[in-house]
């Protein structure tokens, strides 16, 4: 079984370009997350969808990041426009809750450059 | 809020027990995990343990969860090199994972 694909891996943009970023998770899964992971820390949470629906963006900066999962499965992240800051490894991870438990599986993530 | 605790590095010689430790605060928890995350690589789930247990063993890991005292542990016997790499530990809450900043284990030949 796939696992959960993002593209691209990489991605070097100068800023205040417009960056997007991928996501197909592992089939079945409902629930589909976007992370973000800053150096030498944990992945946060940015946004959960369930199904096409977000249900948490709560700590999405929406003034310049937007996501979509128009058919409740492959989702898209955006940023415009992009700040040095931004720079950091954005992850996508999709659980689908089974008994007790929705455990999260993760992407390899897109490592984002902002020059 | 939640938070999560964790040391930040730990070396160990290859076939020594390596243990990985963790302190959480959100008593409501319900599951807690162990992700592995090698150099430019997504998260790697090792393991998880449901709240009302204390102990899971998995081949070569061991969970220990201390509920009064909200400590995690990850134990990994006979360490390899290939063991090498971030280890995180996260709690979830009502429906979100909280990480904490991840251990680096380091196994020297």
């Known amino acids: 079984e796939a696992g959960v694909v993002q593209s691209p891996r990489y991605k070097i943009i100068e800023k205040k370009q417009p960056v997007a970023f991928w996501c197909n998770p592992i089939s079945g899964h409902n629930t589909l997350y976007w992370y973000l992971q800053n150096l030498g820390q944990g992945p946060e949470l940015l946004i959960r969808y369930e199904n096409e629906e977000a249900v948490d963006d709560s700590q999405l900066p929406k003034d310049r990041f937007s996501a979509e999962r128009l058919k409740g499965v492959d989702s898209t992240l955006k940023i415009q426009p992009a700040e040095l800051g931004d720079s950091a490894v954005y992850l996508c991870?999709?659980?689908?809750?089974?008994?007790?438990?929705?455990?999260?599986?993760f992407g390899p993530g897109t490592r984002l450059t902002v020059l | 809020g939640e938070d999560v605790e964790q040391s930040l590095f730990l070396s160990v010689r290859e076939g020594d027990s390596s243990v990985i430790n963790c302190t959480y605060t959100?008593?409501?928890?319900?599951?807690l995990y162990w992700y592995k995350q090698e150099p430019g690589a997504g998260l790697q789930l090792l393991t998880y343990?449901?709240?009302?247990?204390d102990m899971k063993q998995d081949q070569r890991l061991t969970v220990l969860l201390n509920k009064k005292d909200k400590h995690l542990s990850l134990r990994i016997a006979d360490t390899q090199t290939g063991d090498s790499a971030i280890y995180f530990c996260a709690e979830k809450g009502y429906s979100t994972l909280t990480f904490g900043k991840g251990t680096m284990l380091l196994v020297s030949p």
């Open positions: 959100d008593s409501s928890s319900t599951y």
């Open positions: 991870a999709s659980s689908q809750r089974t008994g007790g438990t929705d455990t999260q599986y």
């Open positions: 343990i449901f709240s009302n247990m």
